[in-house]
């Protein structure tokens, strides 16, 4: 129902900035709430950055003030712009979806990587 892409992932010193980017396809868009998440080598899955249909955010607390994670419905795409990065920021960071219609319905994009080393 849903496919995502991410793109914008690369490799940038401490403090730099990255822009990812999550391209939709796929009908109902706006029903879903998106989220960012990332995995580093030998850790779990964490939720970076979330934002429901309606706009509210929410972010991991050690990338507070640092990332902005934001949607464009007309476009059908989520970005989360990555500012100060840091090298424990360096991991696979992956787009998901998750239906507001339908019970744990959610999908998966193939990952972007990320790394942060100077």
């Known amino acids: 129902q849903v496919q995502l892409v991410e793109s914008g992932g690369g490799l940038v010193q401490p403090g730099g900035s990255l822009r990812l980017s999550c391209a939709a396809s796929?009908?109902?868009?706006?029903?879903?709430?998106m989220g960012w998440y990332r995995q580093a080598p030998g850790k779990e899955r964490e939720l970076v950055a979330s934002?429901?249909?309606?706009?509210?955010?929410n972010y991991l607390d050690s990338v507070k003030g640092r990332f902005t994670i934001s949607r464009d419905n007309a476009k059908n795409t989520v970005n989360l712009q990555m500012n100060s990065l840091k090298p424990e920021d360096t991991a696979v960071y992956y787009c998901n979806a998750a239906s507001t219609v339908i019970y744990e319905l959610s999908y998966w994009g193939q990952g972007t990587q990320v790394t942060v080393s100077s």
């Open positions: 934002i429901t249909r309606g706009g509210t955010t």
């Open positions: 796929g009908r109902f868009f706006s029903t879903y709430d």
